[in-house]
């Protein structure tokens, strides 16, 4: 259970709950908490900055949550417990916040995760890099876009057959998301295309980029990659067509290399190994 600031803990919370409590002051720390700890159940007040935090989670992780307070608010909790009432009724309504939420979660799942990779999809994609570029606006940081297409990967389909095709990408969802950081996202946003939502500067998206890289080329994959950074007063739509732009004439390069490869060499260029 995780506590955040102002929120006082109740003792009957506490024992319904049976796990370890961990006690956040500010953002910075309830955020570490959510991603080392990992809480079934936020405890939260009504103010500004719990409102901030809890609407920063991502709906297919956020916890359940539960406030505190004298007035209900539906855009901070699941439920609402007045400090006043007895330790029955905060038990009763403890259970009611952890139901909703794992309710919440399999919807949310449902809409925002891509079935076949495990990945977020191009919705919950969208949705995080809105997020992350609010908060990079807030904070002063740097945000990039990476973007990932598998090279060849038609003829995986039209050679194999699509359950080739779905298999390789389960193994590409797996592989991105084994050396996907803390402070990154990867998503699934097309049928062939990945995309990495890098909290950072054109180095450190250069440097997901290149373990992502690496992970492909251990499945025998090969993937045309492109980095862009959020530049001042540019929108998100700008920063997506940039990027896919560069993506493009990144994909144009390869095929006319490959191309030269091939005339000399007398053969086709190797395809994407299932």
Not at 39 to 48: F, G, I, K, Y
Not at 73 to 86: H, N, T, V, Y
Not at 110 to 126: E, H, K
Request: glycine letters at 8%.
């Amino acid at each position: 259970m995780l506590v955040l600031a102002g929120a006082k803990e109740l003792p009957a919370l506490a024992r319904a709950f049976g796990g370890p409590v961990v006690h956040a002051a500010s953002a910075e720390e309830a955020s570490r908490t959510m991603q080392e700890e990992k809480p079934a159940l936020v405890v939260a007040a009504q103010s500004e900055w719990h409102r901030e935090f809890l609407s920063s989670l991502s709906p297919e992780v956020r916890p359940a949550v539960l406030g505190i307070g004298a007035e209900a608010d539906a855009s901070i909790a699941d439920e609402w417990l007045s400090p006043d009432r007895d330790e029955e009724e905060g038990a009763v309504r403890l259970r009611l916040a952890q139901q909703r939420a794992r309710t919440r979660r399999l919807t949310a799942r449902r809409a925002f995760v891509d079935f076949l990779t495990g990945l977020p999809n191009r919705r919950a994609s969208v949705r995080a890099l809105v997020r992350e570029a609010e908060r990079s606006r807030r904070s002063g940081g740097a945000l990039s876009l990476v973007l990932i297409d598998l090279d060849d990967f038609k003829r995986v389909n039209d050679e194999k057959g699509h359950p080739a095709g779905d298999r390789l990408l389960r193994k590409v969802g797996g592989a991105l998301r084994s050396v996907t950081r803390g402070s990154e996202l990867c998503g699934r946003v097309g049928g062939d295309e990945f995309a990495l939502i890098i909290s950072g500067d054109r180095p450190v998206a250069l440097n997901a980029a290149g373990r992502s890289r690496e992970a492909l080329r251990a499945l025998g994959v090969s993937a045309t990659m492109a980095a862009c950074t959020l530049r001042r007063n540019e929108s998100l739509r700008e920063l997506y067509r940039r990027t896919d732009r560069e993506l493009t004439a990144a994909k144009e390069r390869r095929r006319a290399q490959v191309g030269a490869g091939a005339s000399l060499q007398g053969r086709p260029p190797a395809h994407l190994t299932v």
